[in-house]
């Protein structure tokens, strides 16, 4: 599957939106720019390499003090760009629920 075939519509940005990803875990972030995004997600461009990073789960960090941010999965991968999927809120929630028991 292409990056140009979507379900939702998208945004692009010319010049890019300068975020961040960082691990749930907190141990590791990597800057990127996010040059398009969806209400189900976001194609972003990695500066550095993603290899060896646990992408299954993580956050995009949309201000650098963290305070706007969405739970995310990997979804594909070209090149140094990564496409990424927004997980919906009630499995952070449930997700939540299971760390706390």
Do not use: H, P
Not at 20 to 28: K, L, V
Not at 39 to 59: H, W
Not at 77 to 91: P, S
């Amino acid at each position: 599957m292409t990056f140009g075939m979507r379900k939702n519509e998208r945004v692009n940005f010319e010049r890019g939106v300068d975020v961040f990803i960082m691990g749930i875990d907190g141990t590791w972030r990597r800057s990127c720019r996010m040059i398009d995004v969806s209400q189900t997600g976001a194609r972003l461009c990695v500066e550095n390499s993603i290899e060896g990073l646990d992408l299954k789960e993580f956050f995009l960090l949309l201000s650098s003090t963290g305070l706007a941010y969405r739970r995310c999965k990997l979804v594909r991968v070209t090149g140094d760009q990564i496409g990424v999927e927004f997980l919906a809120r009630d499995k952070e929630k449930s997700s939540k629920k299971r760390a706390l028991k």
